[in-house]
């Protein structure tokens, strides 16, 4: 399809006739939707009538208030047997009736033995010693962590406690049988070995004492002091030891950073323009470099008169050219509107 624009006329066309067919649209009710079963006002009817009855109270509210829907013995429900009967246990004799229970309730030997597990009366063997503990011994008892025992300090082969003992200038190291032991320090400190004293006793790879001349001077590999070279510039010197001249110095300042310039390689890369050729055929087939660019007076492959190409390295790339822009008709406007309706 041709660019074509659209002049403000031609647009306000377009928007009476989006006007026109507003004019038949159905509006839209608030809480309602599109749907394809539609109702009738009697059908409509019995379902709300319908709906109404099934939000009513049918029975009074307490119906059900006398039916048993279960059974419970002191809080904990009872299931029926294989015949559909609940049995519910209630004690006979002479407790049945009584709340509470008495001394003289109980029979001689269930008597015999709540008495004997009174204070003071209990049987145990050890009834006793239990019965001179006093409260003062229970604190004592109840000050005891769980799991204590009573900590015996280590002494045998393997102990690696530190032992009693010790005296002033003594330290602390394992003995053969893996004990720890004091026993005297040796005497570690460090003998001074630099300068002559290190040369007579044969210490190589001591440092020396300070040389002469102090920071002018570097530790060489074999212990000596050694005066570095003099490598400061002088232009008097530059021919003898290699160095820049002051006239080449001036020139390399009189540049900016480096960073700055183009490299020759992006100079070469550049659009260059070459000229017109009549048509495609007549664009150069060999000598051409990456950049040349070339306007073709007719129409081609490369697009319409007037466009412009540029020589990519291996083929011609079109750059682009000339082209018209219409305006657009009603009748095309109509066209757009009928090819929409027709989905």
Known sequence: MATKWVSLDKLRYAISKIHTLLQGKVDKVDGKGLSANDLTAALKGN????????????????????????????????????????????PTGALAGKSQVSETDLDDALKEKVNSASEGNHSHANKTVLDQIEQADLDKLDGVAAGANKYVHPTSSGSKHIPTGGASGQILRWSA????????DNDTKYTDM???????????????????????????????????????YSPATQSTNGLMSAADKTKLDG??????????SDITQMYRYKGSVAD??????????????????AASSYGPAGTNVAWNGTAWDALGGAFTIEECTNAEIDQIFTDLAAG
């Open 47 to 90: 379902y709300d009538a319908a709906y109404t009855h099934s939000q009513t109270a049918h029975a009074p509210a307490a119906a059900e208030k006398n039916i048993i829907v279960g059974v419970q013995v002191n809080g904990s429900d009872l299931a029926p047997d294989g015949s559909r009967k609940v049995n519910v246990r209630v």
């Open 177 to 184: 049988d893996g004990t720890a032991v004091w026993g005297a």
């Open 194 to 232: 630099s300068g002559a004293s290190a040369s007579a006793a044969g210490k190589a790879g001591l440092v020396p004492a300070p040389a002469a001349g102090g920071q002018a001077k570097y530790l060489r590999g074999d212990g000596t002091w050694q005066t570095p070279p003099d490598t400061k």
């Open 255 to 264: 540049f900016g950073a480096a960073s700055s310039y183009a490299l020759k």
């Open 280 to 297: 495609a055929s007549k664009l150069p087939a060999s000598g051409q470099v990456a950049g040349d660019v070339y306007d073709i007076q």
